[in-house]
């Protein structure tokens, strides 16, 4: 089953994304095992948000257990994770992109 994992964080250094994130460096979430697709966010207040799509919720534990200290290594604060399981029959009645293939990077370690 599917899983949603919506990760925010706090940016108390006001780092920006742009720079820490440079679009080349964005390759690395093809080999994230299990992930269909990631969105960026943030918000006015400086929180910061990704919210991703994984094939199975062990694949989206072992990505928050580590991203969480990486992020906190970059200097992002208040790292949180909550997992959402897809509603799969509705989420296609509303044109949900549920379907994206996932990467196949390790996905037998998972």
């Not at 460096?25 to 095992?33: A, E, H, M, Q, R």
């Not at 269909?36 to 400086?46: A, P």
């Amino acid at each position: 089953m599917s899983v949603v994992l919506h990760i925010t964080f706090d940016n108390p250094k006001n780092l920006d994304i742009n720079e820490v994130f440079p679009i080349t460096s964005l390759k690395i979430f093809d080999t994230v095992p299990g992930l269909q697709w990631k969105i960026w966010g943030l918000s006015d207040e400086k929180v910061l948000t990704g919210i991703y799509l994984f094939n199975s919720h062990k694949a989206a534990e072992a990505y928050l257990k580590e991203a969480s200290p990486y992020l906190s290594n970059l200097g992002y604060e208040n790292i949180k994770g909550v997992y959402y399981n897809v509603h799969t029959y509705l989420s296609r009645g509303t044109k949900g992109p549920i379907d994206a293939p996932a990467n196949p990077a390790h996905e037998e370690q998972l």
